[in-house]
């Protein structure tokens, strides 16, 4: 691990791993437990729930980190009964102790998934298998902004980057709103930022190409989301000489595609390559499977994603979640990012997600939620849903792909992850 350059910066300061390792090392004795105990960590600040990763790591600590927003009676039931100390970070109270009170396993990382498919899991990981970016990054001095949740897969990725690649420094922002995180990264020079394209659409809306711009990018990593071309497009755009990278990856299955072409999905010939050091892919009718050793250590086979792939001119294309991206309309079925990937060229759609809504004599129809450009917004309310439709008719293949309803919305709605919210998508509203 480097213990010695690498640099966190927050809120509170600039600070080294070894610093803070000696703050971890004050930290639990304080709260009365050791290194050998199984730690779960809960604040809600992200700095300082970052802040114990170079003491779990360099101790080898058993642990788990959560936001404590999401600490609900249900979770904290389970880490409890799994045998955690519970420390929150806020303030001094004494840990509270788990039911059954065993050492911990050294150097097990556990993961709480999002649940945006169901009831959060615990996932163990290593730092072996967390720390993805080993083989495939090239050793330049970076200083990235970090802008995933707290917790989240994608965040252990980075925070294993800064711990045991030379020269990544790391900008943890004491605020959650995508516009003060980018205030914040310029005021300290960032130069790399890791995001899902939904972080990238919503700066777009929010504070635009003029001053996006006056960052100066060379690293540009996506991930999280589905990415599409439109987003990769914007981004050559706005910066040309920055390197583009999109990630395919879940809590279960860790880092499993890394692309650098500019291109939306991965070559096919990836399918045929086969090593037990590289994460190795496969397509079963429609499913993409991996198998590969940056997997959660409680899988050693091969790993059904639950994600949906499409072949595209050479191009395997991800498409979504085979639970909330397929749509069933009248018998036919139709992926909702197809439609989506249409509505967003078009010059009044800056952000949109679709969906099958239940209708009561028509079964189920097409809606699209809609954030629209300036030159939606410059047209009269009656005139709106005319135009989409008209430019969803000239550019959809099939009459029944056309939104029956459209649904402007004044914002992104996003999870705390920056993740388009997948709310609605099996046609219930709120």
Request: some cysteine; charged content about 25%.
């Amino acid at each position: 691990m480097n213990l010695k350059g690498n640099r966190l910066l927050t809120g509170d300061g600039s600070f080294t791993p070894l610093e803070l390792t000696h703050l971890f090392s004050a930290l639990i004795r304080t709260r009365g437990v050791t290194t050998n105990d199984k730690l779960a960590f809960v604040s809600e600040r992200p700095d300082k729930l970052i802040g114990t990763l170079a003491g779990i790591a360099t101790f080898e600590t058993d642990s788990i980190v959560i936001p404590l927003p999401r600490l609900d009676e249900r979770i904290r039931a389970r880490i409890e009964s799994d045998g955690y100390f519970l420390i929150n970070l806020d303030d001094k109270c004494a840990p509270i102790r788990g039911a059954r009170g065993c050492a911990g396993e050294s150097g097990k990382v556990v993961i709480l998934s999002s649940g945006t498919t169901g009831v959060p899991k615990l996932i163990p990981h290593s730092w072996d298998t967390l720390f993805t970016f080993k083989d495939v990054m090239t050793p330049q001095k970076r200083t990235w902004l970090l802008t995933y949740e707290a917790g989240s897969y994608a965040w252990y990725q980075m925070a294993a980057m800064w711990l045991f690649l030379e020269g990544q420094d790391l900008v943890v922002p004491s605020s959650s709103d995508p516009q003060q995180m980018w205030e914040a990264g310029l005021a300290v020079q960032f130069d790399a930022i890791s995001s899902t394209p939904t972080f990238w659409r919503h700066l777009l809306i929010t504070i635009g190409k003029q001053d996006i711009r006056l960052a100066t990018l060379r690293q540009i990593t996506l991930g999280g989301e589905p990415v599409n071309q439109d987003i990769l497009s914007h981004l050559k755009d706005l910066f040309p000489a920055a390197k583009i990278t999109h990630i395919y990856a879940s809590s279960e299955a860790g880092a499993s595609v890394i692309v650098n072409d500019g291109k939306e999905g991965f070559p096919i010939e990836w399918l045929r390559k086969q090593s037990p050091d590289r994460p190795s892919l496969r397509v079963d009718g429609d499913r993409l499977f991996v198998r590969s050793p940056f997997a959660s250590t409680a899988i050693t086979e091969w790993h059904d994603t639950g994600d949906i792939v499409e072949l595209r001119k050479g191009r395997v294309v991800l498409l979504g979640r085979a639970d909330g991206h397929v749509l069933n309309i009248g018998g036919r079925k139709v992926y909702s990012k197809t439609i989506e990937d249409i509505l967003l060229k078009s010059p009044y759609v800056s952000w949109c997600r679709v969906y099958a809504r239940q209708a009561s004599l028509a079964g189920n129809v097409v809606q699209a939620d809609i954030v629209g450009t300036p030159a939606l917004v410059s047209l009269a309310p009656e005139e709106r849903e005319e135009n989409l439709s008209s430019y969803c008719r000239e550019h959809l293949s099939d009459t029944w792909m056309v939104p029956r309803i459209f649904k402007i919305l004044p914002k992104i709605p996003m999870s705390n992850n920056f993740k388009s919210s997948l709310r609605n998508r099996a046609g219930n509203e709120e």
